[in-house]
C-alpha cells in the first residue's frame, strides 16, 4: 500500500477505487443546494452526496420517507450546478426502486438525465439485486448502503446500531460481497460495529464508506448540517460538529432583529 497521494482535478468512482488501493481515506458530505455545495466542493470534499436525508434536514419530515423523486431530482440539479471536482452521488428515494427492476432503472435514468449527478445510491442488499443490476447494465454507477438504512425505519423500529446479532453481521457481509461482485463502485455502511465495518472493508475491493461505522474503513460520511451544528437535536455518538452554527446564527439573527428595532441598522454608510 503506497501512501503518496495523488492529486484529482474531477473525482470519479475510478477515483474512489485508487484512493482504496493507496490507502487514501475517502471524505464524503452531504448537500442539498447550490450555495452549500460550492462551499463543500470549494473545500476539496471527494464526494458529495444528494441523500434523502434532505427530507429531514430540508424539509422538516421526521423520517427520509417522505421525499419523492422530482424532490431529489430539484436538490440534485442545484447541487450539479455547483460543482467542479467531486463526485455527485444522488439517493433514489424510497418508492422509487423498490416495487420492480423496471421502475428502478426508469427511477435511476431520471436522476441522470434530469439532475446531472454522476452516480445513484440504493439502500439494501440481496431484496434489490435485481434493480441494481438493471441499472449496473444501464451503465449508471450505484453505490450501495448497508447497516442501518433509514428507508427501512419502520420494519427496523429503532434507530440503534445494526448488525450486533451474528445472523445479521453475516447477512451484512453477504450483501457487502454479492454488491461487490455485481459492479457496485463503493459502498456506505452506516451505524454498525466498527469492527464488522473493518472486516467488510478489508473483505471487498471497492471503497467502504461509514457513518458510524469507526475508522477502519475507506472513507467517512457526515450528513453536512450536522458537522457544521446547524442542526443541534440529532446528537448520535459518532457525530463530531465541527462548528455551532445553530447558536452563531441564532446570535446573528437576534442581533440583527435588536439592530432593526433601535434602527441602528443601517447606519449612515449602509445607505444611499
Ligand atoms: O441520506 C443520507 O444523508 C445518507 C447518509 C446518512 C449516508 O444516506
Redesign the pocket.
Known amino acids: 500500500m503506497s501512501t503518496a497521494k495523488k492529486e484529482y482535478k474531477k473525482v470519479t468512482t475510478k477515483s474512489l477505487v485508487e484512493m482504496k488501493k493507496h490507502g487514501e481515506k475517502i471524505s464524503m458530505l452531504?448537500a442539498y443546494d447550490y450555495t452549500m455545495a460550492k462551499i463543500v466542493d470549494g473545500a476539496g470534499i471527494d464526494v458529495i452526496?444528494v441523500?434523502?436525508?434532505a427530507s429531514n434536514v430540508m424539509a422538516g419530515h421526521e423520517t427520509?420517507l417522505p421525499i419523492t423523486l422530482d424532490q431529489m431530482i430539484y436538490h440534485a440539479s442545484s447541487v450539479i450546478r455547483a460543482v467542479d471536482r467531486a463526485l455527485v452521488v444522488v439517493?433514489l428515494p424510497f418508492g422509487s426502486y423498490q416495487s420492480d427492476p423496471k421502475e428502478a432503472l426508469r427511477s435511476a435514468i431520471r436522476i441522470m438525465k434530469e439532475s446531472g449527478g454522476h452516480a445513484v445510491?440504493l439502500e439494501g442488499g440481496k431484496e434489490i439485486k435485481e434493480s441494481i443490476k438493471r441499472i449496473l447494465n444501464a451503465g449508471i454507477p450505484v453505490m450501495g448502503?448497508l447497516g442501518l438504512t433509514?428507508q427501512s425505519i419502520y420494519k427496523f423500529g429503532t434507530y440503534t446500531v445494526r448488525a450486533k446479532e451474528e445472523e445479521e453481521a453475516k447477512k451484512l457481509i453477504s450483501d457487502a460481497k454479492m454488491l461487490e461482485k455485481l459492479g457496485c463502485f463503493a459502498l456506505?455502511l452506516?451505524k454498525i460495529p466498527a469492527n464488522l465495518a473493518q472486516k467488510v472493508a478489508e473483505s471487498i475491493s471497492i471503497p467502504v464508506i461509514g457513518?458510524g461505522a469507526g475508522n477502519g474503513v475507506d472513507g467517512q460520511?457526515l450528513?453536512l448540517h450536522d458537522m457544521i451544528g446547524m442542526t443541534h437535536e440529532f446528537n448520535p455518538r459518532f457525530l463530531r460538529r465541527y462548528m455551532n452554527l445553530y447558536e452563531d446564527m441564532t446570535n446573528a439573527i437576534s442581533q440583527y432583529v435588536s439592530d432593526v428595532k433601535d434602527i441602528s441598522f443601517p447606519n449612515e454608510s449602509e445607505q444611499y
Open positions: 452531504t452526496l441523500g434523502d436525508s427520509t439517493d445510491k448502503h433509514p456506505v452506516e457513518i460520511v450528513v
